[in-house]
């Protein structure tokens, strides 16, 4: 299979080197972008195949990332609706607040193949979580191929387009408040005499163990909270202190913010 990439900014590249871990060859991925000195250096790093126009990236490639920014998408599709329309590749657009109805409208055609995704950076190494919908005209058969690209990189969700902003927030935004509350759990063994990097180290491997625990266990967190709460112990303790400075009503008004933020 050919890959294109129309955009090569921060997700693209996290998603080319989370495909290319998995055994992708440099050689069947193609890019382009707006800025030269970007893609054609990054095609110098990694092998990838640099194309010297969008429409090229379209004519050389079965399924094309569309990831630029939500800005610039009318312009990008416009300048490539006949290579669209004449090469029928799919599209798979990782443009954030862009729905697959408004992709069709600026392409003039309900006979593109479009898969609208979300992945979130965790993909770069290969434990990143996406959402997909597709449009009527993608087969089962290419959906799968596009489902499988992404679970060479991670899980996948199939939901409604409706639920994409919920989706931004538990998944797309949420990579960014867990790193936040692994540096606040460091800063806190700081405070008592841990270097920071000895700090983070621990908290991150914590991090790490418990969200495994939670995707390997039958009980949900809350249960699992309670197996480590002692009765009388320090761990309630610090649950209780947690909870009276707003520890779960934070992350709620967090989600609320990101969810509004992205309707608009």
């Known amino acids: 299979m ?26 069947n991925i ?10 054609e250096v990054y095609s110098q790093e990694t092998g990838v195949s640099a194309c010297e126009s969008n429409s090229e990236v379209i004519e050389k490639s079965d399924v094309v990332f569309l990831a630029v920014k939500p800005i610039v998408v009318e312009k990008v599709l416009k300048e490539v609706k006949d290579s669209v329309l004449t090469h029928d ?14 992709l069709e409208d600026i392409l003039g055609s309900k006979d593109v193949k479009i898969v609208r995704t979300m992945p979130n950076v965790n993909v770069e190494i290969g434990e990143g ?25 991670g899980k996948v969700a199939d939901i409604e387009e409706k639920d994409f902003s919920t989706f931004v927030a538990l998944a797309g935004s949420s990579p960014a408040f867990v790193y936040f509350f692994i540096d606040s759990l460091a800063r806190s063994g700081v405070k008592y005499g841990l270097n920071k990097q000895k700090a983070t180290q ?14 390997k266990s039958d009980k949900t967190p809350w249960e699992l909270v309670d197996d480590v709460s002692s009765p009388g112990g320090t761990t309630v303790a610090g649950l209780l202190a947690m ?7 934070s992350i709620v008004k967090g989600v609320d913010a990101t969810i509004s933020k992205d309707k608009g």
């Open 129 to 153: 979580m996406t959402a997909l919908h597709k449009n009527d005209n993608v087969s089962d058969e290419d959906y799968q191929l596009v489902k499988e690209l992404f679970e060479k990189i």
């Open 243 to 249: 909870e009276e400075a707003g520890f779960m009503t």
């Open 89 to 102: 590749p799919v599209l798979v657009s990782v443009v954030t607040g862009v729905s697959v109805a408004e």
């Open 2 to 27: 050919k890959i294109g990439f129309i955009g090569v900014g921060n997700m693209a590249k996290a998603i080319i080197e989370g495909l290319m871990s998995k055994g992708v060859e440099a050689k």
């Open 30 to 39: 193609f890019i382009h972008s707006a800025h030269k000195s970007n893609y």
């Open 202 to 215: 621990i908290a991150a491997q914590a991090v790490l163990g418990s969200a495994l625990k939670v995707l």
